[in-house]
Structure formats: structure tokens, C-alpha cells
């Protein structure tokens, strides 16, 4: 694992549709998947969150080869709930599930925690689909509190979250 650099940009870009594909055909509908990812997995919007000061990426890589297998994107908050400057959010982290159990998921949450603290923060924000029980399961074992609900559209198609929280 390493923080992602402005030349990892399309590498994420592959990545996060591999792993919002990976993770959610079959539950949701596959036309809105690939409109989501084609929308919000760009190249061009991963340089600008590797750009931003504001944020952080980390990218694991496979040994040998390189080829990402998952990542972790802490950003601006984009939640309907109040947040004040000593927020963050946690807006991506995914790893393709061949390697589900492999650490990578604790091992990119720690870089989160590390990665939020070393940006002044001291609370992490995240949204999660509410039926997605695995990923609610590994968020509650690493300290995080629900706090909220919302609406999020995935293609045309929306869906109910929640809001979860805990501090750095």
C-alpha cells in the first residue's frame, strides 16, 4: 500500500469500477452500475482528489506486477448532515473481494485513520448502503457509530444509506 500518485489516476479510475462492479452486481441494477462508474470513476476526477490538499488516496498494489487491488479515498464531506471543519469524509475504500480477508481492508482503514489525523482531523464520515451488511459489519468493528441516513442515486436509481462516524 502507498499513497496514490497523480500517474495512478486511470490505474483508480479501473480499480473503483472493478470493485463497485465487484461489489454490488446482482444487488443493484446493472445498467445504473455502469452508469455510476462511467460518471464518478474517471481518471480526471481521481487526479483532482490526488491534487487536492484537502484529501487523501492510497492504492494496494499486487506484488509482483503492480495491478491495484484496492484503495482508499478520505475527501471533503458530501453528506446531508451538519460537518464542520475538523471533518473528513471516508468516500471510497474497496478492495476486490478475491482478496477479501487478506488484510488489505484493515490495513487501507488504518491509512485512513492515520491519513485523516495527519490532515488535522478528528472525526471520519461515511455513507454505506444500507443493505450492504458486510460492509456495515466491518465499519462497526472499526469504531463507527451510525449518526445519519440518506439518499444516494446510483445511474437512475436511488437508494437508502446510512451515515456512520467515529472519531480519528
Known amino acids: 500500500m502507498r499513497a ?3 500517474d495512478d489516476a486511470a490505474a483508480l479510475a479501473l480499480v473503483a469500477s472493478a470493485t463497485f462492479l465487484d461489489a454490488f452486481a446482482g444487488v443493484l441494477d446493472g445498467a445504473d452500475i455502469i452508469a455510476h462508474c462511467l460518471k464518478h470513476n474517471t481518471p480526471a ?3 483532482d482528489w490526488i491534487d487536492d490538499p484537502d484529501s487523501a488516496v492510497a492504492v494496494v498494489e499486487a506484488i509482483p506486477g503492480g495491478a491495484p487491488l484496492g484503495y ?3 475527501t471533503t464531506p458530501d453528506l446531508p448532515i451538519e460537518t464542520g471543519p475538523q471533518d473528513i469524509e471516508l468516500k471510497r475504500i474497496y478492495t476486490l473481494s478475491r482478496w477479501h480477508g487478506a488484510g488489505m481492508g484493515p490495513a487501507l482503514m488504518n491509512q485512513a485513520l492515520d491519513d485523516a489525523a495527519n490532515l488535522g482531523k478528528n472525526r471520519i464520515l461515511l455513507g ?3 443493505g450492504n451488511a458486510r460492509a456495515r459489519a466491518f465499519y462497526e468493528r472499526h469504531g463507527f457509530a451510525l449518526v445519519g441516513e ?3 442515486l446510483v445511474g437512475t436509481t436511488w437508494h437508502d444509506d446510512v451515515i456512520y462516524a ?3
Open 4 to 6: 496514490a500518485e497523480r
Open 45 to 47: 476526477a481521481f487526479a
Open 72 to 74: 482508499m479515498l478520505l
Open 128 to 130: 454505506v448502503y444500507g
Open 150 to 152: 440518506r439518499r444516494f
Open 166 to 168: 467515529r472519531a480519528v
